[in-house]
């Protein structure tokens, strides 16, 4: 009985031994921690230096780039439509005003951008020096000459792929509004960027609501010579009417289409490169890493060589 207690006893005392050896091990050492970092503080701070001014010298080659942004509102259409020709103006395509989601559709459409670059030539202000003002193709250096590549005019699908990376168009649904904003290499660049964008939308939609006026016009034209019912003639001519409104409204471009609520601004700053910040970031970021490195060497070595101090790792 005494030879069962004893031999439990030792169970106990091993498993206590082994729990404190357990919970010594899982105890984290600060002291350690803070002994290899200051042992190794002059290599950390040295690299954060070096990648600091590294990604200077990087960011600096880097053009500036410069954004310049409008903000438009939808027009308010205050026509009513009569109840009376209703179920007749649901035989045609009356149209009506543009909302938020149709002009952020018309400013993300790849026609319209298409249309804008071929008007106005945007390469010059996108690509700056990359572009031959003589012959207007792209410039390529050696690099692209050794992979086989010629220069080029750019085309429709540049023109696409470029304004994908330029052109921002947002909505804020609860305010009613839409930001067309526009980046590249020149301050005033960009912003005559937005104007033409402004310009050619509103033309978009001017020419789409005249079209849709004169088509519907010349097909009440048609039923009117058609009916005989007085009553269906007088609504016909209700309907009639409407289209010679819509017309007029359409050539009054001004107040067409949407309204302009901010007017975009050559911008004074460059948007970015942020080189201070990304300069910053960096140096931190590397003194972080530093640490982590040094403190995991310093770790494994220790138990790789137990005997010896982990302070005096380097």
């Known amino acids: 009985m005494e030879n069962e207690k004893t031999i439990a006893k030792g169970r106990d005392n091993k498993m206590e031994k082994q729990l404190s050896v357990r919970y010594t091990e899982d105890e984290i050492n600060l002291g350690e921690y803070y002994a290899i970092i200051r042992a190794n503080w002059w290599k950390i701070l040295l690299v954060s230096m070096a990648v600091g001014l590294v990604t200077l010298i990087v960011m600096s080659q880097r053009p500036n780039i410069y954004q310049a942004t409008a903000v438009v509102t939808p027009a308010i259409d205050e026509r009513r439509q009569n109840p009376v020709s209703g179920r007749l103006a649901s035989l045609i395509d009356v149209g009506g005003p543009s909302n938020v989601e149709d002009l952020e559709t018309l400013f993300n459409s790849n026609d319209l951008s298409v249309q804008v670059f071929k008007k106005y030539n945007l390469w010059p202000i ?95 034209e048609e039923q009117i010579g058609r009916t005989v019912d007085a009553l269906t003639r007088e609504r016909l001519y209700l309907l009639y009417g409407q289209e010679i409104e819509r017309e007029m409204m359409a050539r009054n471009r001004e107040q067409f289409g949407f309204r302009l609520i901010e007017a975009p601004r050559v911008p004074d700053r460059k948007f970015k490169p942020k080189t201070g910040q990304s300069t910053i970031l960096s140096i931190i970021l590397s003194i972080f890493v530093g640490f982590v490195f040094f403190i995991v060497r310093g770790k494994t070595r220790e138990k790789e060589y137990p005997k010896s101090d982990a302070t005096s790792v380097s």
Do not use: H, M
Request: hydrophobic letters at 35%; proline letters at 1%; glycine letters at 8%.
């Open 126 to 220: 996108i690509l700056g020096d990359q572009i031959d003002s003589a012959t207007g193709k792209i410039r390529i250096d050696w690099v692209d000459r050794l992979l086989g590549k010629v220069s080029k005019q750019p085309g429709d699908w540049d023109a696409i792929r470029t304004s994908k990376n330029c052109l921002t168009v947002s909505s804020n649904k609860k305010a009613g509004t839409v930001s067309v904003t526009f980046e590249s290499q020149s301050a005033e660049g960009s912003a005559n960027a937005v104007k033409y964008y402004l310009d050619e939308g509103k033309t978009r939609l001017q020419e789409e609501a005249l079209d849709r006026a004169v088509k519907n016009k010349k097909f009440i």
